[in-house]
């Protein structure tokens, strides 16, 4: 079974910028995608940005801000986020492939 275990996260002003890490315990394939999901309070969680050996994906309102990376030697998959802005406040989870999920990580962003 695969797990997974993001850090990262934390309070940064509008503007700034933070980098999440997933690692994934157990084995995994380059063929199935991680990424990040994000749910902020009194919303649905949503795909942030995820990558697979053939494919990168980002949601819209991130494109040109948020860039996610994978080192699959590591089993680790990064977001780095930049320009943040109060509308990116939510917590941040990883996923890999389509049923293991991370614990979540807050990211706050202060006006």
């Known amino acids: 079974q695969v797990q997974l275990v993001e850090s990262g996260g934390g309070l940064v002003q509008a503007g700034g910028s933070l980098r999440l890490s997933c690692t994934a315990t157990g084995t995994i394939s380059t063929h199935y995608p991680m990424g990040w999901y994000r749910q902020a309070p009194g919303k649905q969680r949503e795909l942030v940005a995820s990558?697979?050996?053939?494919?990168?994906n980002y949601a819209e309102s991130v494109k040109g801000r948020f860039t996610i990376s994978r080192d699959d030697a590591k089993n680790t998959v990064y977001l780095q986020m930049n320009s943040l802005i109060p509308e990116d406040t939510a917590v941040y989870y990883c996923?890999?492939?389509?049923?293991?999920w991370g614990q979540g990580t807050q990211v706050t962003v202060l006006e």
């Open positions: 990558k697979s050996r053939s494919s990168t």
């Open positions: 996923r890999y492939g389509a049923i293991s």
